[in-house]
């Protein structure tokens, strides 16, 4: 708690005793000033490496956010979640199971953004590989049981779900109602034209998306 102390005011959410944060010293990245009331952790070992929940944000049970994550809105981090490195969670977005979410940092840009209604969790893998990419999951998007997104510059948002052992890697697009399940993949390497999968699209079983726009009914090769 080198950075933080707690202000002695606590609350209970699901039976679980939540304490509390106070900036001790200013974070410049979040815009923290020294005496800045934050959100509630469930203890010291909650927080740390310049992390920082604000107020109306939680971090309950024994997930960790860490090197630099933000914690803001209404967003919970429960559960056994681990969070590092440039990552926000915002809105009304839900961490939760034993998710592990890794992102690329720098002071002034966040390698992972989840927002909105959106949800990570079971024993889903978020991470960046490129510095300066992002990946943004938004909206009522899930990402969840044993999936894994890697980027690149990724967008999961609407209500589109990456579920099971699928994959998201590279460049790529999931948007409107399309859900990835068991072992499927959607890839793509040309920023320029990310892969998109979207509408009513359905990839199950060893399913291996690589280009163009698929939507449910065809598979447009690329231009």
Not at 68 to 91: M, R
Not at 102 to 123: C, E, F, K, L, R
Not at 195 to 206: D, K, P
Request: glycine content about 12%; overall charge negative.
């Amino acid at each position: 708690m080198d950075y933080f102390d707690f202000t002695g005011e606590t609350t209970v959410v699901d039976g679980v005793r939540l304490h509390q944060i106070i900036a001790t010293e200013e974070l410049s990245q979040h815009g923290v000033a020294t005496g800045d009331i934050g959100g509630y952790i469930t203890s010291g070992s909650s927080l740390s490496g310049g992390a920082w929940v604000t107020p109306g944000a939680i971090i309950t049970n024994r997930a960790v956010a860490t090197n630099g994550v933000l914690v803001t809105d209404n967003a919970i981090i429960c559960d056994d979640a681990y969070l590092s490195g440039g990552i926000t969670i915002k809105g009304n977005a839900v961490i939760f199971g034993s998710a592990r979410l890794m992102g690329t940092y720098t002071p002034t840009h966040q390698g992972i953004v989840v927002s909105d209604s959106a949800t990570v969790g079971d024993n889903a893998t978020v991470m960046t590989m490129i510095e300066g990419s992002t990946i943004f999951i938004k909206d009522s998007a899930r990402v969840c049981d044993n999936a894994t997104v890697v980027g690149g510059s990724i967008v999961i948002a609407d209500s589109a779900a990456v579920t099971g052992a699928s994959t998201v890697q590279g460049m790529v697009c999931v948007d409107g109602d399309a859900l990835l399940i068991d072992n499927s993949i959607a890839s793509g390497d040309n920023p320029d034209k990310p892969t998109h999968i979207t509408g009513s699209a359905i990839l199950w079983e060893w399913v291996y998306v690589t280009e163009g726009c698929f939507d449910g009914s065809t598979l447009l090769p690329e231009m």
